[in-house]
């Protein structure tokens, strides 16, 4: 069966960058795309962009360009988000998920941005 | 890219059905039939239930449906049952490889 498993929470201060994984498994990684899907506390979910894993092309939400990388490593079957100068309103979970569709989600990552 | 806008709450007791609107413009829901709905419970990562405005993947109950009209999508429960107590989002491809989630409705059974 299909499976996203992100790695871990994380704590940042101000102005620090923090990367999360998404390991994949279960269905072969190139033929699908990955999406970057963020939920602040009691917010709604919100879009960040997505990655071809096949051939790397990404496409980013306006609201993030310039602030989020989304990459991959076919080899282990992982998408990775960074997202730099994080500020308090970046507190939020972070999701990956598969698809145009967003079949499967990841269990999503708390980043926490705190002083 | 301003969110799809959904009402905020809606209910219905055991049993009777709701309905949920999600509204865009012809530059996202209206243009394209690539509109899907998510369920979230409280804690847990959000789990498609419609895709491609009508269709269910295989597991999700036949109790769920989508619809479209024009720029506004609908996702209709019938039959509600405690379990579907939950949020439900609404997502949309909107063009030039962009995607947008609505606003979120939160669904009490009562």
């Known amino acids: 069966q299909v499976q996203l498993v992100q790695s871990g929470a994380e704590v940042r201060k101000p102005g620090a960058s923090v990367k999360v994984s998404c390991k994949a498994s279960?269905?072969?990684?190139?033929?699908?795309?990955m999406h970057w899907v963020r939920q602040a506390p009691g917010q709604r979910l919100e879009w960040m962009g997505w990655i071809n894993a096949g051939n790397g092309n990404t496409k980013y939400s306006r609201k993030f360009q310039g602030r989020v990388t989304i990459t991959r490593d076919t080899s282990a079957s992982t998408a990775y988000m960074e997202l730099s100068s994080l500020r308090s309103a970046d507190t939020a979970v972070y999701y990956c998920a598969r698809g145009f569709d967003y079949d499967d989600w990841g269990q999503g990552t708390l980043v926490t941005v705190s002083s | 890219q301003s969110a799809l806008t959904q009402p905020p709450s809606a209910s219905g007791s055991p049993g009777q059905s709701v309905t949920i609107s999600c509204t865009g413009t012809?530059?996202?829901?209206?243009?394209?039939?690539?509109v899907s709905w998510y369920q979230q419970h409280p804690g847990k990562a959000p789990k498609l239930m419609i895709y491609e405005v009508t269709k269910r993947p295989s597991g999700v109950p036949d109790r769920f449906s989508g619809s479209k009209s024009d720029n506004t999508a609908s996702l209709t429960v019938s039959g509600l049952q405690a379990e579907d107590e939950a949020d439900y989002y609404c997502s949309s491809y909107a063009g030039s490889n962009n995607f947008v989630f609505g606003t979120g409705t939160k669904v009490t059974v009562l």
């Open positions: 012809s530059s996202d829901v209206g243009g394209f039939n690539y």
């Open positions: 279960g269905y072969t990684f190139t033929s699908y795309s």
